[in-house]
């Protein structure tokens, strides 16, 4: 299984992973096509390799083209501007999930509905390039679990449109309290996590050191000057073996026989949206003969609980059953692959000495529409490609 251990030596914000991603090889040209999917404009997404204090690593940041303030958006803003984008479902889900978690840290502190809470410094056009630019860089390395270190807090206060608060920020305690994030102290007299880098943290990954077969470190860093490096670190490797062929996950039961279809629908989207694995429908049948549907939702343990509310909030159950399941799971990993119209991401499955490819249907389905081709044709064709590919490593 690929990884990631994201080091927050001195922290952690949306840009700082950006930069880190790019210097462990996410090429930046397809970095700034994916989040040009987004339908955001007047900005410039830079990054540039840099050495500081001794440190070779890339430095990102989002330049916005004019000096107008940011619009206040809500959180169906921001959520409207990313499911409205052609990025791959899973990409928008997390990004969502994120910002989701950002938006009841805000209501939390200041005492709102989720809905009515004003993202200001965290619903700008740069938020939304780290956020949905991380999840995506973590794809397209193939990382399929993250896991991270104890976070420094810094002191002091950072300025914000409500004025000087504390550091950390309100909402970045929030996020953290809520899963329990290990915090360590700091001298720095300064906002170290932002709470962009805390809500991606909290949301995607597992605070604790793994053991990996390590393969590169990325370093990206932070705008401000320190007295010690400002960068992140990003430990890409393989979990051994016995860690990488099974975990652990929890999985959520409902029996419905008195539900509308368009409800169990908007149903499937919430959950997915609120960090599910999966979620899917069984026919069955149940008590005096009636037709009904089970629900299942598969997640982290983590998740069990909000996700059990939210069924019982948002479907005519009565109640849910929950357990924990094991998973025993091929390797899998991302890659692209050259075809006549473009190229195409792959899904490489390998389990015991064999191996077999999927095409991204998204990445298909795009190429076909613009050049008027079969979708099945590029399936073909993208396969033969990853094969060839594949024959040529070997070989050498």
């Not at 992973?17 to 040209?29: E, I, Q, T």
């Not at 329990?180 to 170290?192: C, M, V």
């Not at 390797?331 to 490819?357: A, C, H, I, S, Y």
Request: proline letters at 6%.
């Amino acid at each position: 299984m690929r990884v990631v251990y994201v080091d927050c030596f001195s922290g952690i914000s949306g840009d700082m992973f950006l930069g880190a991603l790019v210097d462990l090889g996410v090429p930046l040209d397809d970095l700034r096509a994916t989040v040009a999917r987004l339908p955001i404009e007047r900005y410039r997404l830079e990054c540039d390799k840099a050495t500081r204090q001794g440190v070779t690593g890339h430095a990102a940041r989002v330049v916005l083209d004019d000096e107008r303030e940011q619009p206040t958006r809500h959180l169906a803003d921001v959520e409207a501007i990313i499911r409205s984008s052609d990025l791959d479902e899973e990409v928008k889900a997390r990004a969502t999930q994120v910002f989701r978690a950002l938006a009841e840290a805000e209501a939390s502190v200041h005492g709102l509905p989720v809905e009515e809470v004003h993202f200001h410094e965290v619903g700008a056009v740069d938020a939304i390039v780290d956020v949905v630019g991380t999840i995506w860089g973590l794809r397209a390395l193939g990382v399929e679990k993250v896991f991270a270190s104890s976070l420094p807090t810094g002191s002091g206060t950072v300025q914000t449109r409500h004025g000087p608060l504390p550091v950390p920020a309100p909402a970045t305690l929030a996020l953290l309290a809520k899963r329990g994030a290990p915090l360590r102290p700091s001298p720095a007299t300064t906002e170290l996590v932002t709470p962009t880098g805390a809500a991606l943290l909290t949301t995607l990954a597992t605070f604790e050191q793994p053991e990996l077969r390590l393969s590169r470190v990325g370093h990206g860093f932070g705008q401000k000057s320190l007295p010690w490096p400002n960068v992140v670190r990003l430990w890409l490797g393989e979990m051994a073996d016995d860690q990488a062929d099974s975990d652990t996950i929890g999985v959520i039961e409902a029996n419905l026989d008195d539900e509308r279809p368009e409800i169990l629908g908007a149903a499937m989207q919430s959950l997915f949206e609120a960090g599910a694995l999966d979620v899917f429908f069984t026919a069955i049948q149940m008590k005096k003969n009636r037709p009904a549907v089970k629900l299942t939702v598969l997640c982290s343990p983590d998740h069990v609980p909000a996700l059990s509310a939210l069924v019982i909030r948002e479907t005519s159950t009565l109640g849910v059953r929950t357990y924990q399941a094991r998973r025993l799971k091929s390797r899998r990993w991302q890659e692209r692959v050259p075809t006549p119209w473009g190229d195409v991401l792959v899904k490489v499955k390998e389990f015991g000495n064999e191996r077999t490819v999927a095409p991204e249907y998204d990445d298909c389905l795009r190429l076909a529409r613009e050049a008027k081709v079969p979708v099945a044709q590029i399936f073909q064709i993208a396969k033969h490609a990853w094969q060839a590919a594949l024959s040529t490593r070997e070989s050498t």
